[in-house]
């Protein structure tokens, strides 16, 4: 155990367990490299054997002090002290770019920010108004993309449905070009998030610091379009996100400013990006490899089509019934979770288990190797989506969204999103795995290394 004398007091305090590794970039590497290997998990179990803490052990990450809070009691105690002994907390670089927005801002400010964007992204918003939109976008992306494909590369694809498909929802965009337009910045954008904060012409942080920036005044843009559209009555309040922040205000009249309207529309675009990407990615790799759970998910979509008519659009209340199929893709994040953890800071000092956390200290809590330890699920490398039947997993094992006053935002949106997609594809086509086992690998999410690609095989009529 490691005493360290603070100068605020004589007291010494009893820091966690284990190592601080190499000067400035600490253990970072090999967080990095347990995922870029495609196994995740190890950097925590590693430690755990090591130091000994099956709670809680010390480490450094580019550059800060950080306790590793493992396992369900580690994500209860971080998910039920925010605002009390900690706060969400993001690298530098992401703080750097993304300017005021929900992850930004901590207390009762995000409490706020987080309500109005909820108000279109809660699931009550999802239920009236938008599985239907998420239908004819998916019909639409199927129709210009997968049909009439042999071979199609899976992750590369869904990309470009998760982008348009945001792009309609948020701004009401339909022009492939204006679309492609955004698209090509927001891939300079995202390489800049993960980067150390280098600023100078030539890095990646300042390509993305120019690209968010040019991302920023066409939001702005748009915003002023809508706005005058809203006036003129040429644009409805309920259309999209964009309309519906322009227009609702809270209980006391405040309504976001358009900067933080921006701003957030880049976070969302952003946080909603890769991770829906990688989830339909992984979806689809597991259908392939499991035709026995394929198949299930094709029966349980075709009993939702058989009670419509052709080519009616799916409903919030058709999704609802697609228990099986989430059953599957719960699964399927459960062993590779899109997201693998998120920080907090300490407000305090604090005590957990019995060591010290120092103020300014960060928190980081891992999904992954909680959802693939045996303590927590029977047989943890087995694909099972039976897991999920009944009142499934027990609390806090299961995290891939987070919890607590943080949790995702877009749980809802993700939801929809992926089973309507399932939907289409299976109805409309079944397909082999090119790379059989293609490696996963975590840069920082959960990919084949290839980018699943598959050969199509369209139903016959
Ligand atoms: C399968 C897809 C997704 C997964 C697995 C996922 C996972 C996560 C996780 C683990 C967090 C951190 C939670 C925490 O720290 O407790 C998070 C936060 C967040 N997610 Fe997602 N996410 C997904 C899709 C989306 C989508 C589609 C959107 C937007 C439409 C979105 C918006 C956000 C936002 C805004 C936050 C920050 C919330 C806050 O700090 O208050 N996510 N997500």
Not at 54 to 60: A, G
Not at 221 to 242: C, Y
Not at 374 to 398: C, M, V, W
Request: proline share 6%; glycine share 8%; with cysteine.
């Amino acid at each position: 155990t490691v005493y360290w004398n603070r100068q605020s007091g004589s007291s010494k305090i009893n820091l966690p367990p284990g190592s601080f590794g190499w000067p400035f970039i600490g253990e970072s590497l090999s967080l990095l490299r347990a995922g870029w290997e495609g196994t995740p998990e190890r950097f925590v179990r590693e430690r755990i054997e090591k130091h000994g803490s099956p709670l809680v052990f010390k480490t450094s990450l580019l550059g800060d002090r950080v306790a590793v809070l493992c396992g369900p009691a580690g994500n209860k105690f971080l998910f039920g002290n925010e605002n009390k002994l900690v706060a969400a907390w993001w690298p530098s670089p992401v703080q750097k770019l993304f300017g005021r927005c929900l992850i930004t801002i901590r207390g009762d400010e995000a409490k706020w920010m987080r309500k109005m964007l909820l108000s279109y992204l809660g699931p009550d918003a999802f239920a009236s108004h938008y599985a239907a939109t998420m239908d004819i976008v998916t019909r639409r992306h199927i129709e210009a993309h997968w049909r009439g494909k042999e071979e199609v590369n899976v992750f590369k694809t869904v990309k470009l449905y998760a982008f348009e498909l945001a792009c309609r929802l948020f701004l009401s965009l339909e022009d492939p070009n204006h679309i492609a337009k955004l698209g090509s910045l927001f891939n300079i954008f995202l390489k800049g998030i993960i980067e150390l904060p280098i600023d100078f012409p030539g890095t990646r942080f300042y390509s993305s610091k120019k690209a968010a920036a040019a991302i920023r005044t066409e939001l702005m843009k748009i915003i002023k379009e809508r706005r005058l559209a809203l006036e003129e009555g040429t644009a409805s309040s309920s259309q999209d996100l964009l309309s519906h922040l322009l227009t609702s205000s809270d209980e006391n009249g405040r309504f976001l400013t358009e900067s933080e309207i921006a701003n957030n529309i880049l976070l969302l675009l952003f946080a909603g990006h890769d991770t829906s990407t990688v989830t339909i990615t992984l979806v689809m790799k597991s259908l392939g490899e499991y035709p026995d759970v394929y198949e299930k998910v094709l029966r349980e979509q075709l009993e939702i089509s058989k009670g419509k008519a052709e080519g009616e659009i799916l409903k919030w209340e058709d999704v609802q019934k697609m228990r099986y199929s989430w059953n599957v893709v719960c699964e399927v994040m459960r062993i590779n979770p899109p997201v693998l953890g998120s920080f907090r800071e300490a407000l305090v000092d604090f005590e957990y288990a019995g060591y010290t956390i120092p103020k300014g200290w960060k928190l980081y809590w891992t999904v992954v190797s909680t959802q693939k330890d045996e303590a927590n699920f029977e047989n943890p490398t087995q694909f099972d989506p039976s897991r999920f039947e009944g009142t499934g997993p027990t609390p806090f094992t299961y995290t891939p969204f987070g919890g607590g006053p943080r949790m995702c935002l877009g749980k809802e949106f993700s939801r929809l999103e992926v089973l309507i997609f399932l939907h289409n594809i299976v109805t409309n086509f079944k397909w082999d795995l090119l790379i059989p086992n293609e490696k996963i690998e975590y840069d920082p999410m959960a990919t084949p290394v290839k980018g699943l690609p598959v050969r199509l095989y369209p139903h016959q009529v």
